[in-house]
């Protein structure tokens, strides 16, 4: 007997929202590792106290989505709670990408073509790897890069 269609939706969104969640770590350490890079790097052209406060926006998002990712694998859910969990990945994926986005809002060094330019290179690249990384749900691509 073949499974029905309801059971076999939520057990394709169970297993999109595992590969999301164990990717959650490698993500997180790429996220800090350059958000403190580019921060260090524009301090000078942008202030101090705007890359702090972008920084700890950043870093608050990465802690929620850490919190997120700690407390799915302690619960271990089962398929029924798939939905749930995938609101929360598509929810947290999308702070994370607009704290990135606010980096050509807050951050922009309107008189350093150097550092307009390196914005635009680690922005691509943050995207580039979200896609990768964000794959098993089109929903959370378009929730970071969009």
Known sequence: ???????????????????????????????VVSALLLGYVLVPDVGQGIVMLWLSLVM??????????????????????????????KLTTLASGISWGL?????FPQHSLVHQAMIGFVLAGMSSGAVTMLAPMFETILAYVA
Request: with cysteine; charged share 20%; glycine share 4%.
């Open 1 to 31: 007997m073949l499974p029905d269609h309801d059971s076999l939706g939520l057990r394709l969104l169970a297993d999109k929202t595992e590969l999301l969640y164990r990717a959650v770590p490698q993500s997180l350490f790429i996220v």
């Open 103 to 107: 980096v050509s809002i807050l951050l």
């Open 60 to 89: 608050a998002v990465s802690a929620v989505r850490y919190f997120f990712c700690w407390a799915y694998r302690k619960a271990e859910p089962g398929m029924e709670a798939a939905p749930r969990w995938a609101f929360y990945i």
